[in-house]
């Protein structure tokens, strides 16, 4: 069987490493290959013991980079392109398939892995969409390092005008340099499903559960909720109110038990 190269990143505390082995529990039940999993950290503790580190690096170009995401009022928001550094991971082979922190796993992931060989594949971020901008949303990335090198290599190469030019959005600069180069395809917009906007939208979410949409791979909690907060229902702002979720628990965490191990789910 072939292998899916899988990878995130996790700095700071907001998020501990239970959403690290979950994800990865997420993705292995979910995919039809064997899976390498990667976490770029600078804490590991608490992972499950299948998931390869890579250190957090400080990177050259963090000072001008820096210097630009405070006047974009985006501190930490490009942290995610050491992700394409080549020659990373110095035995990769394949493309690897990339996930924010804040997603759960719904369905199965094969045809995203599988999808566009060669290409940047993001899906169309849903308020871009609406403003008619073509920027994809960075929660679900595939890239291929061997492929791809130049999406560190520019930022490396000009920190300050790159991240100016993308207003501090790291999914606005992939994907839009991405395009330029020709090496861009959209994920099918079923298959990422925003929890906000297609399971939970307002106004009914006031009377009925967040519903999970039938051909939903990945479902992203990007803003308010997180998962954490969800499960049991919560309260925010009038239009972010959300019921009890069963399928989240089930998802998120009642099937990583079973497959992890309650040390790790």
């Known amino acids: ?18 959403y690290v082995n979950r994800l990865y529990s997420g993705v292995r ?6 899976v390498r999993f990667f976490c770029m950290t600078e804490d590991s503790a608490g992972f499950h013991p299948n998931i390869e580190v890579l250190p957090l690096p400080v990177e050259p170009y963090a000072a001008e980079m820096d210097k630009a995401l405070a006047v974009a009022n985006r501190q930490g928001a490009m942290r995610k392109v050491s992700l394409f550094k080549p020659g990373l991971i110095p035995d990769l082979d394949g493309p690897i398939l990339g996930f924010d922190l804040d997603v759960v796993i719904t369905g199965d992931l094969t045809p995203i892995w599988q999808m566009a060989p060669g290409k940047v594949a993001m899906r169309h971020d849903w308020t871009e969409k609406r403003k008619g901008r073509p920027t994809g949303h960075g929660s679900v990335f595939r890239y291929d390092p061997a492929v791809h090198g130049f999406l560190y290599d520019d930022l490396a190469a000009y920190p300050y005008k790159v991240v100016e030019e993308a207003r501090g959005s790291e999914q606005r600069y992939t994907s839009h340099k991405a395009m330029e180069k020709d090496a861009f395809a959209y994920i099918p917009e079923p298959y990422v499903a925003s929890f906000k906007y ?6 009914g979410n006031y ?21 954490s907060e969800a499960i049991d229902g919560y309260t925010g702002s009038w239009i972010r109110r959300s019921n009890p979720c069963p399928w989240l628990e089930d998802h998120w965490i009642t099937r990583t038990r079973a497959d992890l191990g309650p040390n790790y789910g």
């Open 198 to 203: 297609d399971c939970n939208p307002f106004p």
């Open 29 to 34: 039940r979910n995919i039809d290959a064997d």
């Open 207 to 227: 009377w009925r559960a967040p519903e999970l949409p039938e051909e939903a791979r990945v479902v992203c909690f990007h803003g308010r909720p997180k998962m």
């Open 1 to 18: 069987m072939t292998t899916a190269n899988i990878i995130c990143i996790k700095w700071g505390t907001l998020f501990g490493p239970e």
